[in-house]
């Protein structure tokens, strides 16, 4: 086999030269870096050394690696989110409902914040049991006729009807629509995402279409959008104009206040009669291929986005 040649000698050569070197040409001997020359009884302390230092770190890192882990029941949740789920009240107000001592866990009256309830146990608000059920929120076109109620002592029709069989948990309406409005409805028992549309402060955005008993101005619609004074303060629409291809009596309007009939009661106060009223949206969510009287489960992409909305 040929080999290269460096300096007049063969790299086999130069490998037996270089081994020469490291063994310091005698058996049983070693060179170390800094030139000095051990013999094997040196060099298998050397090794005996290292190996027990390796034994050591070892069972260090061992005993490091083998701590306990602290344990966490991922079942266990705060007993303010239980009442939450529950559809009892918001995590803020359950907090309170804490402090005043209404709420026991297993027969013992519970005042702790961050008190955790483990599956199992009996939770008890002001004397009745209640569960922490699964979140359900459904969406209803409400037809006209059906007041937005739980119960009513009269035997009139309620929403209630319209969703019983939604879902298994009981719901409940975010806001109302008055008996003659239709329109959407949301029914949830999540009190936290509840409470989150219906306080002023996330004003939560709702457009109606609006039909009258007359036909309206251009100056009525800038009048809604200036603000009109009310019994209970000023109302003000965020937007006021005329339904593309409607009639004159038929106008839009989108604003974010939950007042009690808030829009009936505006145009009343320029002169206008509202003779029919329909919610076509509510916190971005649509009535689309929701065909009056139905409901539907929203999607989990709806929930995230009432959930992340200011």
């Known amino acids: 086999m040929n080999t290269r040649k460096t300096g007049g000698r063969s790299n086999d050569s130069k490998d037996k030269s270089f081994k020469g070197r490291r063994s310091g040409g005698k058996k049983g001997t070693s060179t170390s870096r800094n030139g000095r020359v051990k013999n094997d009884g040196e060099s298998k302390k050397g090794q005996k050394e290292i190996k027990s230092r390796s034994r050591y770190i070892d069972y260090k890192d061992k005993l490091k690696k083998g701590d306990p882990l ?3 029941n991922d079942d266990a949740i705060r007993l303010n989110k239980y009442l939450s789920n529950a559809g ?40 009745e049991s209640i569960n922490a059920e699964k979140k359900r929120y ?37 806001g109302r629509l008055d008996k003659e409005t239709t329109g959407l409805l949301l029914f949830t028992n999540d009190g936290d995402l509840a409470k989150k549309l219906t306080h002023p402060r996330h004003k939560s955005s709702k457009v109606y279409h609006v ?24 109302s003000f629409f965020d937007k006021a104009e005329f339904v593309k291809d409607g009639e004159p009596k038929e106008v839009g309007v989108e604003l974010h206040s939950g007042k009690n009939r808030i829009v009936r009661r ?45």
């Not at 006209?144 to 109620?149: D, E, V």
Request: net charge positive; with cysteine.
């Open 70 to 72: 602290p344990s966490f």
């Open 88 to 127: 009892v009240c918001s995590r803020r107000e359950a907090d309170v409902l804490i402090k005043t001592g209404v709420v026991s866990v297993n027969g013992i009256q519970v005042v702790e914040m961050g008190y955790k309830v483990k599956p199992g146990d009996v939770v008890k608000y002001d004397g």
């Open 138 to 174: 459904v969406l209803l076109n409400k037809p006209k006729g059906f007041i937005t109620t739980m119960d009513d002592p009269f035997g009139r029709k309620t929403v209630m009807g319209l969703v019983k069989k939604a879902c298994k948990e009981r719901v409940y309406p975010v």
């Open 211 to 234: 039909e009258l008993n007359k036909k309206v101005s251009r100056e009525d619609l800038q009048k809604l959008l200036t603000g009109i004074k009310l019994e209970d303060g000023t």
């Open 266 to 310: 505006t145009f009343e106060a320029i002169g206008l009669i509202v003779t029919k009223l329909d919610r076509v949206t509510f916190a971005g969510l649509t009535k689309k291929d929701l065909p009056r009287g139905m409901y539907r489960h929203l999607t989990e992409k709806e929930v995230a986005f009432l959930k992340m909305t200011k």
